[in-house]
């Protein structure tokens, strides 16, 4: 079975709860993807940056351990680092300054990883940088695989949003699915997933999967298909919410891996049921590694 290959941060989380002593953990957006896809069984492989030091070395050894093969990208910066405040499960974050240079090589490696996919998955990238993200659309036209788009803004660590959405929006007509939360579409467009549906759909965009956090999540597609279901009610308290959209994305991956494409409403919402299952199971442990319901 082909691999599934994710694009984008693989960082150190500094969780700190008040009252408690900081905790340092793998994460980054596509570091939580490419862990929660190998959960499913499948081959996985992680296109990212980490620095030369102790934090790179720690990243690396979880990144194996797990079974995810790491395509490093060159780099002379120390590993990025987000600082995450937690306030009732909910993050707030900072970033030390080796966030705010985010660059990928696609070199020779990185090109043959993502033609050999299945799925090739971008999960927060530099869009704000011009150059990054026409090589990534360049090179995202040579994927046979399904082309998965999250574009995962962090208003913190992106200076110029509206550069930003141009990035995003430059290579949306190479994606067949883009993933996005409500708090994506406001802080990206400034209105809600109704008002940009449309917007997206006229720029080549397939489907559209929608995460509405306590609410559900949705797909919709350019044929006018609409299909909600709510988030799942599982026994236990919420703990931590960070890495429940990754868990939702790793989960509708596998089922496109493992069962082809979506094409029915009842195929989309067996998908949706799932996602929204393991979603709720890792929101109710701490940290962002995806746990099965």
């Not at 793998?26 to 996985?44: E, R, Y």
Request: neutral net charge; aromatic residues 4%; contains cysteine.
């Amino acid at each position: 079975m082909k691999p599934v290959v994710t694009v984008g941060d693989c960082i150190i989380d500094e969780v700190r709860i008040e009252g408690e002593e900081p905790r340092r953990l793998p994460g980054g957006a596509a570091l939580n993807l490419a862990v929660g896809v190998t959960k499913f069984g499948l081959a996985s492989v992680l296109i990212t940056r980490v620095g030369q030091d102790r934090e790179g070395a720690l990243l690396l050894r979880y990144a194996r351990e797990r079974g995810v093969k790491i395509v490093r990208t060159p780099t002379v910066d120390p590993t990025g680092v987000a600082v995450s405040t937690r306030e009732h499960g909910e993050p707030a974050y900072s970033f030390n300054p080796a966030m705010y240079r985010r660059r990928i090589l696609f070199d020779a490696a990185a090109v043959q990883a993502m033609e050999e996919a299945a799925v090739v998955a971008v999960n927060s990238f530099p869009f704000d940088n011009g150059a990054e993200a026409s090589n990534l659309g360049r090179t995202l036209q040579r994927v046979q695989g399904v082309r998965v788009i999250d574009p995962n803004p962090r208003p913190l660590l992106i200076p110029d949003i509206p550069t930003y959405r141009r990035g995003v929006e430059s290579i949306l007509s190479t994606a067949e699915i883009v993933k996005v939360s409500d708090e994506d579409i406001r802080i990206l467009f400034g209105s809600g997933w109704k008002a940009v549906a449309a917007h997206l759909f006229s720029l080549g965009v397939g489907t559209i999967l929608v995460s509405h956090g306590a609410g559900g999540a949705r797909v919709i597609d350019r044929s006018g298909m609409n299909v909600a279901v709510p988030a799942a009610d599982l026994p236990g308290d919420i703990v931590d919410t960070m890495g429940a959209g990754d868990a939702m994305l790793a989960t509708v991956i596998s089922g496109i891996v493992e069962r082809g494409f979506p094409r029915s409403e009842r195929q989309w919402e067996s998908s949706l049921v799932d996602a929204m299952k393991v979603a709720a199971a890792t929101c109710r442990n701490p940290g962002a590694e995806l746990i099965l319901g």
